[in-house]
């Protein structure tokens, strides 16, 4: 079969390469691609890949072969997928308990928009404990987690204030529910019940310092690739006891099928809306993927198999 491998070069991150068609194991179901979208983390593990690394989280397309086991999606169903890798091939073997069906009013497009940024978004504000009526401050918000939280935390109650330095995203976030849109964070009033922060270096800091006593700040990235310095005496003067703490998405007590069928019935229903910021063929997936980087791409980018 087809599939894209890194090539360790930022001009082109990857090429097409043949290899072998994978052998699901018996708790994995085969599925033939239809679309797969990329994140921008992604791009960074593109730069130093490593031996026989194959990329590709988040995928939607078609059970053609079931689980041995019994397990999960049965006969040629309709599916979202979050592998932990392999994903942007015409196939590519998912464990039962990383995929659900996909209702045929969700589209392959969204489907493959869904994973990665939407299990993050939903575990995220779980760990942030119940938001309603809450001020909950959310930095690097321009990206699909961004878009995610900012529409859930609104429907659920929270009084959202999200940062972006991109005017066209805040108006789009402002949509969703956000009662306010700052450019920097530095311009956020405070003080904050909740503080999600994915940006790091100077940012964190800043958002610290308007956590509200005892609150909490929830510190899952670091999209500036900077470095975070903290001073003790800092949390004194305003955020005092308050609660740092790391998240990383794939540490949760729920199962990622349930999470990714919670999704799903959220977008079915109405309640979520992915957004999708360039379709194309996967044959320009390189492309896709440093204008990504850059930051050329607003909203999720899917690339199709069909």
């Known amino acids: 079969m087809k599939a894209l491998i890194p090539t360790g070069d930022p001009a082109e991150p990857v090429v097409f390469a043949d290899v072998p068609e994978p052998t699901p194991r ?3 179901a085969l599925v033939k691609v239809e679309a797969f979208s990329v994140n921008r983390g992604e791009t960074f593990k593109l730069e130093k890949p490593g031996p026989g690394e194959r990329p590709g989280k988040d995928v939607a397309g078609l059970v053609v072969q079931p689980a041995a086991d019994g397990s999960g999606p049965s006969g040629i169903t309709r599916v979202v997928g979050h592998p932990m890798t392999g994903g942007w091939a015409e196939y590519v073997a998912v464990p039962t308990d990383a995929l659900a069906a996909l209702p045929d009013a969700v589209s392959m497009l969204q489907g493959a928009a869904l994973p990665l ?4 978004a939903l575990r995220l504000l779980r760990a942030a404990g119940p938001v309603p009526g809450r001020r909950v401050l959310l930095t690097g918000a321009s990206g699909g987690v961004g878009h995610y939280v900012t529409e859930l935390a609104a429907a659920a109650g929270a009084q959202v204030t999200a940062v972006t330095r991109d ?8 949509g969703l529910g956000a009662a306010e849109i ?5 311009d956020a009033r405070g003080p904050y019940d909740v503080v999600l922060e994915s940006t790091g270096g100077r940012a964190l800091p800043l958002a610290l310092a308007r956590l509200a006593r005892r609150g909490t700040l929830i510190w899952f990235g670091q999209a500036s690739r900077t470095p975070v310095t903290l001073d003790f005496f800092d949390f004194f003067s305003g955020p005092e006891s308050a609660v740092i703490r790391h998240f990383h998405y794939l540490d949760a007590d729920s199962r990622l099928d349930d999470d990714l069928a919670a999704l799903v019935r959220l977008t079915d ?5 992915p957004e999708i ?5 996967w044959a320009d997936t390189a492309t896709t993927l440093t204008d990504l980087r850059d930051r050329r791409i607003r909203g999720k980018a899917v690339l199709t198999l069909s």
């Open 182 to 186: 700052v450019h920097d964070v530095a």
């Open 269 to 273: 229903e109405g309640r979520l809306h």
């Open 277 to 281: 910021g360039r379709v194309t063929d």
């Open 117 to 120: 940024a939407g299990l993050t």
């Open 26 to 28: 018996p708790d994995e």
């Open 167 to 174: 005017a066209e995203r805040g108006a789009r976030l402002a």
